[in-house]
C-alpha cells in the first residue's frame, strides 16, 4: 500500500519560509502525479499546486501564484512545495496527494482533489502576524 509522509510545517513570522516534504512509499512515484492541498479549520480543501508525473509540467492556484514552487525528486521519492512570503491567511494543514494514474490522467483535472487516490496525513502550518 502506498504511503505518503508530509514533513517541514511549523510556525512561522508572516514573511518567513519553509519547505514542506512528501516522501512516498514503493516503487512507483515516477508514474505519479502529485499535488498539494490545504485545508483552514471550517473552509474547504484548497488546491495549491500541481506537478505532471514527468515532472515538466506545474500548476498553481491563483492565491499562491509567485509565492510557493512545487517540485519532485524521482531519486529520493520525494515531493517539495517551497512556501516564501507567507502570510497569515496561508494557516491550514497541507496536504500532499498521489494520482497514480499518472500518464493516463487529463492533467488540468489535477486541479480536483478528486482526481487523487492517496492522500497524507497532512503537517500544519501556522503563520503569525
Known amino acids: 500500500q502506498v504511503q505518503l509522509v508530509e514533513s517541514g510545517g511549523g510556525l512561522v513570522q508572516a514573511g518567513g519560509s519553509l519547505r514542506l516534504a512528501c516522501v512516498v512509499s514503493?516503487?512507483?512515484?515516477?508514474?505519479?502525479?502529485m499535488g498539494w492541498f490545504r485545508q483552514a479549520p471550517g473552509k474547504e480543501r484548497e488546491f495549491i499546486a500541481a506537478?505532471?508525473?514527468?515532472?515538466?509540467?506545474?500548476f498553481y492556484g491563483d492565491s499562491v501564484k509567485g509565492r510557493f514552487t512545487i517540485s519532485r525528486d524521482n531519486a529520493k521519492s520525494a515531493l517539495y512545495l517551497q512556501v516564501n512570503n507567507l502570510k497569515p491567511e496561508d494557516t491550514a494543514i497541507y496536504y500532499c496527494?498521489?494520482?497514480?494514474?499518472?500518464?493516463?490522467?487529463?492533467?488540468?483535472?489535477?486541479?480536483?482533489?478528486?482526481?487523487?487516490?492517496?492522500w497524507g496525513q497532512g503537517t500544519q502550518v501556522t503563520v503569525s502576524s
Open positions: 496527494a498521489a494520482d497514480r494514474r499518472g500518464p493516463l490522467s487529463i492533467m488540468t483535472m489535477l486541479l480536483s482533489p478528486r482526481s487523487y487516490d492517496t
Open positions: 514503493g516503487r512507483a512515484f515516477t508514474t505519479y502525479n
Open positions: 506537478i505532471t508525473w514527468t515532472g515538466d509540467g506545474t
